[in-house]
């Protein structure tokens, strides 16, 4: 499994960024990816999920209408799309890789990570 992010940077309050996570070393469209991001101090926060076939999607609620998570399978690539950003949107973002076709929200259970992408919204 190979998770590599791109994207992030800093921005300031209000704006917007797009992660992207390339995908390889196993068959993308059989599993459900999220989004995770730690904060400083903090732990892992389930932030995104997204379904094998993209059909289902979940947000934390703090996120909804903000963000929005996609995926292209026939690029393996999954993507994170950020707007309205606030400071407390402040972290490092994970990409995660499910053990199955269904989205899972707790950090043990995934089986692949990404290499993590600061975010930082600050004036």
């Known amino acids: 499994v190979r998770l590599v992010q791109s994207g992030g940077g800093l921005v300031q309050p209000g704006g917007s960024l797009r992660l992207s996570c390339a995908a390889s070393?196993?068959?993308?469209?059989?599993?459900?990816m999220s989004w995770v991001r730690q904060a400083p101090g903090k732990g892992h926060e389930w932030v995104s999920g997204?379904?094998?076939?993209?059909?289902?999607?979940d947000y934390k609620e703090s996120i909804k209408g903000r963000f929005t998570i996609s995926r292209d399978n026939a690029k393996n690539t999954l993507y994170l799309q950020m707007h309205s950003l606030k400071s407390e949107d402040t972290a490092v973002y994970y990409c995660a890789k499910a053990p199955g076709f269904e989205i899972v929200r707790t950090a043990y259970e995934y089986d692949g990570w990404g290499q993590g992408t600061q975010v930082t919204v600050s004036s």
């Open positions: 997204i379904s094998w076939n993209g059909d289902n999607t």
């Open positions: 070393g196993f068959t993308f469209d059989d599993y459900a």
